[in-house]
């Protein structure tokens, strides 16, 4: 049996406690009143200009390319900037999403463009401490749920392979209910309007808004709570089950349990994927509620799953450095390897397919996403292309590397950052629009919520034997070579 | 160089395998190996270098690569200018993700057939060359081993027999 080293859980302690400091800092410090988010926007106008410049070097064959972009699609949008004042313009421009606009042009109607602005900013500053919250909240539930689907897919393939890691996947999918409760709360209270990450919500808004007012049918807030406790239940019911039956067959003398196992985690893919692209277009697509990419579902489940497996491989090999999980070999992180690299070209093309499609066909309404994300969010936007691509690509593309330890774990780290990254590009422009800054509650958010993801999952771990000794593949499993 | 080789055939891959370490544990070369179907684990079992064509890939993947890139420069860009996308810069750059498609499939397409053609002149083969197979046998269910004489005839065999061969024989080879 593994016992929780006290190290780990005074490490998770302090990270939950700093990140719990970090986000009510975070919540203090946004602003109360306009003036206040005034005063902010003036402190950091220079620092925000320092900023944009780097970004603009880092990626000046990128921002050429945006410029152009820009200039030909937004000639016809007369809020833009000109083109001698653009690179001045974008530091301090008004949002582009038309939605952020709408949502306010009916109390700032009449007044001039200078209060609606200052209006529109304290909004986001406002926003920006609960959107920050919601990135890490959904990031480390986003992980269990990866983890999920993959040991699911290893169940209902009979996979030979994988039998030696079951535990440390139970473990990790420990953190599903927990971190969905979080993230359902957060929703509610988005829901009880205590924040404005989703204007849909906004009964304000929508009567405003002829083309949110269309989709009310799908998008009010007890049809939206009741899908997502749907969702969870399901998840959870199949883990709950899973789990009973995986400790059960240690034990057991026949494999009816194996049996069960199958049959259900066959029954719960077909349930994930239909619910997970669902949930993929209500907590993370709504709060872009003008923009739609049909492949959207597919794109969150690629993160997910990379990040899953990457936890997975992670995990593992923490456990195999402290002495445990002896029956884990070279070939088990070899094939977690394999599919770090996978997963990672895979995510890719999804996230190719759906730049390119919008950018090809340049339509106004979907376009302003990538213009949003192109312009304002430079660093973060090609950054995660390079962390979730260019670096695992290169790092793993040797097939002896992936039996290095030390060549996994670096790829991995870097690749779940990436993917926090990748999920703060999915929500901050939308909540926050160019106001976004890596600050307190951002990482405050992330250490919570890694403190609070490695408590559950290493608790749930010392629950029982690290090896599913009563698995019928355990034997193929343990003797796996590649 | 002695030009008399034996012969020894066997009908199961797992038999053929132990017997291919017994056999390289008691010091005989072993010349070639002729299977059915790949075998795992047979080139590690019968100590063959690690492949190279794995660098090789990686090398035609860049040439393709760069062929591509310079294909669609010249014919998008500079030999009949295209307005692409509605986005008339006739630049290469700001139209890069026109060209991701192509250059990925260039990159695969170069990767793949290079791999191939060297694959076939490293092993000799090219369109109508006669069959170098000793024994039609191994194209159906049979593995065959093979391995060159220097005056060991009665020890091969016995050893042979003892790993578990069907049938040992010994053959002149003639150039």
Redesign the interface.
């Known amino acids: 049996m593994y016992t929780f080293p006290n190290k780990l859980r005074n490490l998770a302690i302090v990270f939950m406690a700093v990140g719990f400091i970090g986000l009510v800092f975070g919540f203090i410090s946004a602003p109360a009143t306009i003036e206040e988010a005034k005063a902010i926007v003036a402190a950091n106008h220079g620092e925000g200009h320092g900023t944009s410049h780097e970004t603009t070097a880092a990626h000046a064959?990128h921002d050429?390319?945006a410029s152009?972009?820009e200039k030909?699609t937004h000639a016809d949008e007369a809020s833009h900037a000109t083109d001698a004042d653009y690179q001045e313009e974008t530091q301090h421009s008004v949002q582009h999403d038309e939605y952020q606009e709408e949502a306010h042009s009916d109390s700032t109607h009449g007044d001039s463009h200078d209060a609606e602005h200052d209006e529109h900013v304290f909004h986001q500053l406002s926003n920006k401490p609960w959107a920050a919250l919601y990135v890490a909240a959904f990031f480390f539930f986003m992980i269990s749920l990866g983890v999920l689907a993959f040991y699911a897919i290893q169940r209902a393939a009979q996979a030979g392979w994988s039998p030696v890691l079951y535990r440390v996947m139970e473990g990790i999918t420990a953190y599903l209910l927990p971190g969905g409760i979080i993230v359902i709360v957060i929703l509610a209270l988005s829901g009880m309007h205590l924040n404005h990450l989703f204007i849909w919500m906004d009964p304000e808004v929508v009567a405003h808004d002829k083309l949110i007012a269309g989709k009310t049918g799908f998008l009010n807030v007890p049809f939206f709570l009741i899908r997502a406790v749907f969702f969870l239940s399901g998840w959870t019911l199949y883990r709950y089950f899973s789990r009973k039956f995986s400790l059960a067959q240690d034990s057991a003398t026949d494999i009816s349990n194996h049996k069960k196992n199958f049959r259900i985690s066959a029954a719960f893919l077909v349930f994930y994927i239909v619910t997970e692209s669902i949930m993929s277009w209500d907590w993370v697509m709504s709060i872009d509620p003008h923009w739609f990419s049909t492949l959207f579902g597919w794109y969150v489940f690629a993160s997910m799953f990379v990040s899953g497996i990457t936890a997975i491989a992670l995990i593992t090999i923490y456990l195999k450095s402290k002495g445990y999980l002896e029956f884990v070999n070279d070939s088990h992180i070899h094939d977690l390897g394999k599919f770090m690299f996978g997963i990672s070209v895979f995510w890719t093309y999804l996230w190719?397919s759906q730049?390119?499609l919008i950018?090809?066909?340049?339509i106004p309404e979907e376009v302003t996403y990538f213009i949003t994300r192109i312009e304002d969010y430079n660093l973060p936007f090609f950054g995660m292309v390079v962390m979730n691509f260019i670096f695992p690509l290169l790092i793993l593309?040797n097939?002896d590397y992936k039996r290095i330890n030390y060549f996994i774990v670096m790829a991995g780290i870097v690749i779940i950052l990436g993917h926090y990254m990748d999920v703060f590009n999915m929500i901050m422009p939308s909540a926050v629009g160019d106001q976004w800054f890596i600050g307190s509650a951002e990482i405050g958010g992330f250490f919570f919520f890694l403190g609070l993801f490695i408590f559950i999952v290493f608790k749930e771990l010392t629950k029982a034997p690290l090896l599913a000794k009563g698995d019928p593949y355990m034997g193929e499993s343990e003797r796996f070579h590649y | 160089m002695s030009d008399k080789v034996v012969h020894a055939l066997y009908d199961d891959d797992d038999v053929l395998l132990s017997a291919v370490k017994m056999i390289r544990s008691e010091k005989h070369h072993i010349e070639e190996v002729y299977t059915p179907f790949p075998v795992h684990g047979l080139d590690k079992a019968l100590g063959l270098e690690e492949t190279r064509i794995?660098i090789m890939a990686?090398i035609y993947g860049c040439i393709g690569l760069a062929v591509a890139v310079a294909m669609m420069n010249y014919i998008m860009i500079e030999d009949w200018p295209q307005n692409i996308?509605?986005?008339p810069?006739f630049s290469y750059?700001?139209n890069?993700?026109?060209f991701?498609?192509i250059m990925f499939e260039m990159t695969v397409f170069f990767a793949a057939h290079l791999m191939v053609i060297t694959f076939y002149m490293r092993s000799k083969l090219w369109p109508f060359k006669k069959a170098e197979n000793p024994n039609p046998l191994t194209t159906d269910d049979k593995f065959l081993v093979e391995i060159g004489i220097h005056d060991n005839e009665k020890e091969l065999q016995k050893l042979l027999k003892k790993s578990g061969a069907i049938d040992v024989s010994i053959i002149e080879k003639s150039e």
Do not use: C, I, Q, R
């Open positions: 064959t050429a390319d152009h972009t030909s190719f730049f390119m950018w090809y066909s340049n593309m097939s | 794995a990686f996308g509605g986005k810069s750059l700001e890069m993700p026109a991701v498609p």
